[in-house]
């Protein structure tokens, strides 16, 4: 299951007690299916201790400059490139438009759990979608965007005609 470590200041976010406070807070709901954390080498770990003995969990992290010990995280970040690119000022981006992308991840239905989605197979129940998301698709001269209904424009990859998704 992915989460937005979104919370708190941005000067929290960076140093190991703010970090350390967020993901217990997230996580402590969970703790029955949190088995392993992998972090990176940041400063911000460095209570990783406390991680790991209030959430009963196993904690690893990634050798410097191997990205692959950590696919799930570089994968999902690609994902939510698609909802937030590179080029996007990411000081604008609301709580609500963060919470809104990972629901829109979790619920993605992915190849390698047999076209299950994440929130599936974490809560073990079976979602049966009857109707896409509300959307609007527009042209813009540089790009093609689809606006989404939380405000966040997505690219679109192929010529869309502008149309209403119902």
Known sequence: MEVALHSGSPSSRKNASGVTAAVTRLLRLHKGKCYTMTFDNGKEFAEHQTIAAELDADVYFAH???????????NSNGLLRQYFPKEME??????????????????RPRKVLGFRTLHEIFFGKTVRYIKSPLGVDFEIETARFNKMPNGIFKR??????????L
């Open 64 to 74: 410097p400059y191997h990205s692959w010990e950590r696919g799930l995280n570089v």
């Open 90 to 107: 990411l000081v604008e981006v609301t709580q609500e438009q963060v919470q809104w992308a990972v629901d829109r991840l979790n619920h």
């Open 156 to 165: 679109q990859h192929s010529q869309v005609n502008p149309q209403v998704f």
